[in-house]
């Protein structure tokens, strides 16, 4: 057990330090999503009135932008270079039929599912804990996308499915320590809200670091006026963080076994 605390700080002092330095070569990214979120917002608002084409439209609108964010994530993490403007022009396109595919394939059981549940008196209960699910299961689905390349749909969703299977502890740690303070029931309802999408909703880089840092300052007692506008200031630069955080952190766990970082643990102390 000591070893494998002591492999596991070490795994995330590691990914933290990579972190911080590919913020400062994608800081770009901050103001990136910012502008994505702008331009899905526009979207949203001219297809609203077209029904059920509209909801294809933002569902295609949503893969596009999510697609471009992944691209340039990959550059900061795996590519480990700075991000330019001229960059985000050739974002464009980049992952869409990954990000759609794999979306469909989430979207359409939950949404049969739902309709299936409509007279159920359990439904608020079944659907949450099937969400639940689908957030633990398909959480590092991003990262596959762009990190693994896989060829299909179900590919990704198997890969996504054994990687957490794998490294559920290491993966999920920091999340569990960035919700303990709020309860297992904050933890239920966030994570359930998450699942929705399968982890491939843009808006979710916003609404994740958004809950978290407004529980943080709720719990600390914090009330100010200022406080709200240094949340919003913060929420795109806490997201970038740990869209970045997260892509080494799976860079790591899987080039590595659970027993090859204990091994590596054991033997730090006498090199």
């Known amino acids: 057990m000591a070893e494998f605390i002591q492999a596991t700080i070490e795994l995330y002092k590691q990914a933290l330090q990579a972190t911080v330095r590919s913020f400062l070569r994608g800081w770009i990214m901050t103001f990136v999503v910012v502008g994505f979120a702008m331009l899905m917002l ?12 509209g909801g294809l439209l933002a569902g295609a609108a949503n893969a596009f932008i999510i697609g471009a964010t992944l691209y340039l994530i990959e550059q900061v993490v795996l590519g480990a270079r700075t991000i330019q403007w001229s960059d985000i022009p050739h974002s464009a396109g980049q992952y869409f039929w990954d990000v759609i595919s794999v979306g469909f394939l989430v979207w359409f059981p939950l949404m049969m599912l739902q309709m299936a549940l409509q007279a159920n008196p359990y439904r608020p209960v079944l659907t949450t804990a099937v969400f639940f699910l689908v957030f633990v299961l398909l959480n590092p689905v991003p990262e596959v996308i762009y ?3 896989q060829g299909s749909a179900m590919d ?5 499915y054994e990687f957490v299977l794998e ?3 290491e993966w999920f740690l920091p ?6 303070p709020f309860g297992l029931t904050f933890f239920f309802e966030f994570s359930s809200q998450a699942g929705m999408r399968g982890g491939l909703d843009f808006f979710q880089i916003f609404t994740v670091p958004f809950r978290v840092l407004t529980g943080w300052v709720q719990y600390l007692g914090i009330s100010s006026a200022g406080s709200s506008l240094l949340i919003i200031l913060c929420t795109p630069i806490l997201g970038v963080f740990m869209l970045i955080f997260r892509g080494h952190l799976f860079t790591a766990l899987h080039g590595s076994s659970r027993r090859q970082r204990r091994f590596q643990a054991r033997a730090r ?3």
Do not use: F, K, T, Y
Request: overall charge positive; proline content about 3%.
């Open 156 to 160: 990704v969703v198997r890969e996504s």
């Open 147 to 149: 990190q693994r390349r």
């Open 269 to 271: 102390p006498h090199s």
């Open 42 to 53: 526009v979207v949203s608002l001219l297809v609203s009135s077209l029904g059920m084409l």
């Open 167 to 169: 490294n559920w502890i």
């Open 175 to 180: 999340i569990a320590i960035l919700l303990a």
